[in-house]
């Protein structure tokens, strides 16, 4: 699937519909607000299709682009005779969406945007955020590191680039600073000028040699399940039933360490990727090699035109368990992630190899967790999938009441069993 870039554009810079060549079609005719920066007043024509309202804001509509086409702006200015002239400018979509953010520096900054680009590209986001921060990381795997401070922040440096999911930021350097210290874009880049200027001229060039990707393997089974039965049935709350399940089809089972390893079985029926968790600390870990998109799919309820995703795997478990004892209808199946920032891209891979869901689904619920990253999963989800699964006709967001769905369903028992105590 090609990437996409989203811009939001007032509606009263839409000005008319242009027939397009073919002569059945229309385009907008959008005029580029002052925000667009080097492209403010110039004019863009854009199919209809590609036009949606921003369901962010009232009043304004969502400009969907491919990102590796090449836009063509005009813009109407006046000569010295009087006449009206148009000037034709060709830019990218990823060019124009930065000119709204702001990387388009004005004439009062003296940064050009190769000195800007220079920063965002060469600067060692892992040590720059250690170094300004103070936190510590620890490696996982052949290309992350993961913050022993705050679980949910991970660097990867394959990217040079920061996911912190808890927060719902992610980016480059620049980023880390606008969007997690709430700098002003210039203030971010004078911090970043100082810093590069002191590094010395070794530092002063990115690069990366990621180790050879190692085979994926599974932790070594143990011969019994008994710690991971009481973990989740009896600590987590878990239904029986489904625990059972998942140990018969080779989804769930206890290692040599006494820990419960989730085992993700992708589209072609083979386990790439397991998440271990420990029965008796917070410990939890992604297993080396795993394939972060495989997703746990939990096909409870077969040919469900109904897809819950949330962002973990014990939420998965979890968010099943929870209808069961409310006595709701299995009507779904069921897709968790490795975390938050992974539900979009792990949806896209298994909607797209998935018979079980592709052919079946017509309707998504994201039920991420209640906090700021899982709150905004929902609107990120839908604009970024919306306008081209269309066969997909149904979003809808269930947040828990909790923090997680586990908690809400540990939650549940416990107050169904302070009243059975009250009634005998």
């Known amino acids: 699937m090609k990437d996409i870039i989203t811009i939001s554009v007032g509606n009263d810079r839409i000005r008319g519909r242009v027939k397009q060549a073919n002569g ?10 002052k925000e667009a920066g080097i492209y403010a007043s110039h004019i863009l024509l854009i199919p209809e299709c590609f036009c949606k309202p921003d369901p962010r804001q009232e009043g304004y509509t969502l400009l969907y682009f491919y990102a590796d086409r090449e836009l063509a702006l005009s813009k109407c200015v006046t000569n010295k005779k009087g006449g009206i002239e148009y000037f034709k400018v060709t830019t990218t979509p990823q060019k124009l969406a ?12 003296n940064y050009s945007d190769e000195y800007v680009k220079n920063l965002k590209e060469n600067i060692n986001v892992l040590d720059f955020i250690q170094e300004r921060t103070g936190y510590s990381f620890r490696r996982q795997g052949s290309n992350y590191y993961r913050c022993e401070q705050h679980d949910s922040f991970v660097i990867d440096m394959n990217k040079n680039c920061f996911y912190w999911n ?3 930021k992610s980016g480059d350097a620049i980023k880390f600073l606008t969007g997690i210290e709430k700098l002003s874009f210039r203030k971010a880049i004078e911090e970043l000028d100082k810093y590069y200027r002191n590094l010395p001229e ?34 987590r709350g878990c239904d029986e039933e489904l625990i059972n399940k998942l140990i018969s089809q080779g989804l769930l089972y206890q290692d040599k360490n006494g820990m419960a390893v989730f085992a993700c079985r992708n589209w072609k029926g083979e386990i790439d990727a397991a998440f271990t968790r420990s029965t008796y600390s917070s410990f939890k870990n992604t297993q080396e090699s795993s394939n972060p998109f495989t997703g746990y ?5 077969p040919g469900a035109t109904k897809l819950v995703l949330t962002e973990s795997y014990i939420d998965a478990i979890s968010y099943y368990s929870m209808a069961k004892e409310l006595n709701k209808p299995i009507d779904f199946n069921v897709l968790g ?7 979009s891209e792990t949806f896209r891979i298994n909607y797209l190899t998935r018979p079980e869901i592709h052919d ?9 967790d209640n906090d700021k990253a899982g709150r905004q999963v929902y609107d990120k989800f839908v604009e970024k999938y919306q306008p081209f699964f269309t066969r997909i006709k149904n979003y809808t967001s269930d947040i828990p009441e909790s923090k997680d769905w586990n908690q809400d369903l540990i939650n549940y028992k416990d107050n169904r069993k302070e009243k059975d105590k009250t009634i005998y």
Do not use: H, M, W
């Open 24 to 33: 059945i079609e229309y385009s907008k005719r959008v005029v580029l607000p």
């Open 98 to 109: 930065d000119a709204f953010d702001g990387v388009y520096v004005n004439k009062n900054i």
């Open 166 to 168: 808890s927060e719902g």
């Open 202 to 235: 070794e530092k002063r060039e990115f690069k990366y040699e990621a180790e050879e990707r190692k085979p994926f393997v599974l932790p070594e089974k143990a011969n019994t399940n008994y710690k991971i039965k009481d973990y989740l049935i009896n600590q």
């Open 297 to 301: 799919f939990l096909e409870v309820c």
């Open 337 to 343: 992630s490795d975390s938050c920032n992974c539900i």
């Open 360 to 368: 079946y689904i017509d309707t998504v619920i994201i039920a991420s």
